[in-house]
């Protein structure tokens, strides 16, 4: 296939350029990824992005990004905007495939300017939320949801990240959407620090309120006064205020470390160390914090979010599903080293298996043929 692929990703610049000391989050950090490995197979790929002060075009990793398409889109109006942004900078890529990770709003935007270019587009799911009808009917008007499922009935191809977004996808758009999980790379064995080693309680996430719930990381915290935790939490553009309450909140508790934002290389020294990743999350979509976590055997204790039910079958960690049981196993792993060494194992298996960064390319380039074909 010699195709030119282009994901649309206005931030994917801050992880690629590491220029920025602007905060990018795991979804850059996955399409960086596939990108680098992409090339690394000898495709040509290249990213339309936002403006950040950059040359309108640079090329980083082998990725060439374009400037064209706004950090944020927040109506109808920025959807236009959005819309000319886009024709012009999808018609200087020239790529024959256009690739949009969730953003409903900046999907269907992309997707509009890829019928007037004659282009394909690629819909990725990214939250259980993309996919929900009565959060997209809570969250956007009619019109939008309307040219939303237009938009996603009419790609030439849907990528789910797990069973659960294919099963919302057939149930409520009708749609069979191929299966495509995050993917990884595994450290080599020798990296791996013994259970009897670890030190810390880690959580690792944005400060975002609603979604993520960094304050109840807190609150566990403060009820296991008697084990170490650490915390590494980036702002996210808009609330910023919530982030330093949470900094300030944290000082008072004396086992706590609030670490703040860490560099993408420097975050998996802290999973290596960690005895638990623990995830507050309401909804997620397919988290990178597991796999990061599972290549170091570290287990997983999350609130309310699982993988396909892959925690409730107690493969690489435990949901706890309320905030009392959360304290519960968290104190009662804490002391179960060889429970949490067992766990941890499992994580690391079960993802080589299932989620190596090779297997996932690979799946990819399948929905891309099937999507030019």
Not at 8 to 23: I, K
Not at 51 to 77: F, K, M, W
Request: hydrophobic share 40%; with cysteine.
């Amino acid at each position: 296939m010699n195709q030119k692929i282009c994901i649309v990703s206005p931030r994917l610049y801050l992880y690629l350029s590491c220029s920025s000391n602007r905060p990018a989050g795991g979804a850059q950090r996955q399409q960086s990824m596939i990108s680098t490995e992409l090339v690394r197979r000898g495709y040509d790929v290249s990213a339309v992005v936002a403006d950040y002060g950059q040359s309108v075009r640079e090329h980083h990793s082998g990725v060439e990004l374009t400037r064209g398409v706004p950090e944020a889109i927040s109506g109808i109006s920025s959807i236009i905007g959005a819309f000319y942004g886009l024709v012009r900078s999808m018609h200087t890529v020239g790529a024959d495939l256009y690739l949009v990770r969730g953003a409903p709003r900046l999907a269907t935007a992309t997707f509009l300017v890829s019928k007037v270019l004659r282009k394909r587009f690629v819909f990725r799911v990214a939250n259980d939320s993309d996919v929900d009808p009565s959060y997209l009917k809570d969250r956007y008007d009619w019109f939008f949801n309307h040219l939303y499922r237009v938009s996603v009935g009419h790609a030439d191809a849907v990528i789910a990240q797990t069973q659960k977004q294919q099963q919302l996808l057939k149930e409520h758009f009708g749609i069979e959407a191929k299966l495509v999980p995050n993917g990884y790379d595994l450290p080599p064995s020798s990296d791996l620090i013994s259970h009897r080693e670890r030190s810390h309680i880690l959580w690792v996430g944005s400060s975002d309120p609603k979604k993520k719930n960094p304050h109840l990381f807190l609150q566990l915290a403060e009820r296991l006064p008697g084990l170490k935790f650490k915390m590494i939490s980036q702002p996210i553009a808009g609330k910023e205020d919530f982030h330093e309450e949470l900094k300030r909140k944290a000082v008072f508790i004396t086992n706590l470390d609030f670490v703040g934002p860490v560099a993408p290389d420097e975050v998996h020294s802290y999973y290596r160390a960690a005895m638990l990743l623990i995830n507050t999350s309401s909804y997620e979509g397919f988290p990178n914090t597991f796999l990061e976590a599972w290549r170091y055997e570290t287990p997983i204790v999350s609130l309310h979010f699982d993988l396909d039910g892959l925690l409730e079958d107690e493969q690489g960690g435990v949901r706890a599903g309320t905030i009392e049981t959360l304290v519960e196993v968290v104190g009662q792993l804490a002391e179960e080293l060889s429970t949490r060494a067992r766990l941890g194992k499992k994580g690391r298996v079960y993802m080589k298996k299932n989620f190596s960064l090779d297997e996932v390319v690979s799946l990819y380039e399948e929905a891309f043929e099937a999507a030019i074909e």
